[in-house]
Each structure stands twice: as structure tokens, then as C-alpha cells.
């Protein structure tokens, strides 16, 4: 009897080492295929892209990216020819979380626009952006 229990404890331990240890791997297989991804945007210059910020006006006043412009997503569709209306110019959207950009993303796409990029928190759009310099 204890001989079985020795046995089914050394190999539950050798399970669980090999479990952890691929699980391990797959984190560095998944940190390899998020910096390769290829972008809509990977072909135009940093100075050719969009970017608009499309929070609220009071989180645009509180800190946005330079250069950015505030269009909030509910706005979007309604705002988007003031600042262009060529479809196949390279646009970035983003907000605080990646929600409101996502929908912003979704809206642009639909009304015809083909080089838009959810770039999502503020945070996350700065390093996209300084990878791009």
C-alpha cells in the first residue's frame, strides 16, 4: 500500500515540474509573437500618423500624448472629417483603458477607414509611439 502512495506522489511531482515548466515556455513564446505582430501602421513614417486621443475633454486636459487630437468616441463619426477624410490615412486611436478606442476603432473601420489601430491606454500608445522614433 505505501509503496502506491510514494509512487502516485513522485509522479504527481513530476507532472506538476513539467506542467510549470511549459507553462513557463508559452510565456516566452507569447512576449515573442506580441513584439512581432505586424501593424497597419508598420509601413508610414511617425510623422504621418493620426492620433487621436478620445477620451472626455477633462481627461484631454489633464495629460494627453503631444501632438494628439481630442476627438471622444461618441463624437467620432460626427468629427473624424474635420481632422482628415482621406480613408486610407494611418490613424491611432486611444483612451484611458482601450475600451472607448476600441469602439472609436470599430466606428472609423465601418465608415470606410482602413489604417486604423487601436493603440489603447495612453500608456501603451507612448511606447508604440516611441518604438516608432
Given amino acids: 500500500m505505501n509503496r ?3 509512487y502516485y506522489s513522485y ?3 513530476v507532472h506538476l515540474k513539467i506542467a510549470i ?14 513584439k512581432d505582430k505586424p501593424t497597419k501602421h508598420d509601413n508610414f513614417d511617425l510623422k504621418d500618423i493620426i492620433v487621436i486621443d478620445v477620451r472626455t475633454v477633462a ?10 487630437k481630442l476627438i471622444p468616441y461618441d463624437e467620432i463619426e460626427r468629427e473624424i472629417a ?3 477624410k482621406d480613408k486610407n490615412a494611418p490613424i491611432a486611436v486611444y483612451c484611458r ?3 472607448r478606442s476600441g469602439i472609436a476603432q470599430q466606428t472609423l473601420e465601418a465608415m470606410g477607414y482602413v489604417n486604423v489601430e487601436n493603440y489603447g491606454s495612453m500608456g501603451n500608445a507612448k511606447s508604440i509611439l516611441e518604438r516608432k522614433k
Wanted: aromatic share 8%.
Fill in 82 to 84: 474635420k481632422v482628415t
Fill in 59 to 68: 481627461e484631454f486636459n489633464a495629460g494627453h500624448i503631444e501632438g494628439a
Fill in 21 to 34: 515548466l511549459g507553462f513557463i515556455l508559452s510565456l516566452f513564446g507569447l512576449t515573442a509573437c506580441a
Fill in 97 to 99: 483603458s482601450g475600451r
Fill in 11 to 13: 509522479s504527481l511531482g
Fill in 4 to 6: 502506491h502512495i510514494v
